[in-house]
T-cell receptor, first 114, second 111 residues
């Protein structure tokens, strides 16, 4: 079946550097994408989302880029801080599919070195 | 505004025992979901609800039942727990078919 996956399971960056977390999706009909952050022992926390009619969306220190041609999604974190250490999940939704059924990737663990 | 809360936070069961996990949200969201998260895997949808009195199966519904008698509550039941149901369970709610807001999780160990 179609699923969302991640290119790298782990990413280690130096504090202050920029981080880029990648995600590949296989359902070309997906309409909506979300990035979640999950800290150890906690539930996933919404970071940023993007619709399929957009290529880029910016938030506070985060930017999501969507490349529909190659079905690729990325999350960029500027000036990475120790508090950014967590597992990051991308998720997709296809409005024509199951109602509200987000399909999650397996996650990328981001470690920030001081 | 507490958001999404889950009860209990942690539970140990013996094989064959039953239990109910409670999820409550105070955001008046229509949609509610139950997921399980296992090591090295993403979140997998167990059951979901698109409104009070409605439920539907997700990706991994076997061995679980749900009920949504009140809009703010979504209950997940295990009638006869099995070791394969050892997992972390997350509840989420959403006002639309988009962003879902998650609770803190319930850690379940089935011996």
């Amino acid at each position: 079946g179609e699923s969302v996956g991640l290119h790298l399971p782990t990413l280690s960056v130096q504090e202050g550097d920029n981080s880029i977390i990648n995600c590949a999706y296989s359902n070309s009909a997906s309409d909506y994408f979300i990035w979640y952050k999950q800290e150890s022992g906690k539930g996933p926390q919404f970071i940023i989302d993007i619709r399929s009619n957009m290529d880029k969306r910016q938030g506070q220190r985060v930017t999501v880029l969507l490349n529909k041609t190659v079905k690729h999604l990325s999350l960029q974190i500027a000036a990475t801080q120790p508090g950014d250490s967590a597992v990051y999940f991308c998720a997709e939704n296809h409005y024509g599919g199951s109602q509200g059924n987000l399909i999650f990737g397996k996650g990328t663990k981001l470690s920030v070195k001081p | 505004n507490a958001g999404v809360t889950q009860t209990p936070k942690f539970r140990v069961l013996k094989t064959g025992q039953s239990m109910t996990l409670l999820c409550a949200q105070d955001m008046n969201h229509e949609y509610m979901y139950w997921y399980r998260q296992d090591p090295g895997m993403g979140l997998r949808l167990i059951h979901y609800s698109v409104g009070e009195g409605t439920t539907a199966k997700g990706e991994v519904p076997d061995g679980y039942n749900v009920s949504r008698l009140k809009k703010q509550n979504f209950l997940l039941g295990l009638e006869s727990a099995a070791p394969s149901q050892t997992s972390v369970y997350f509840c989420a709610s959403s006002p639309t078919l988009e962003t879902q807001y998650f609770g803190p999780g319930t850690r379940l160990l089935v011996l």
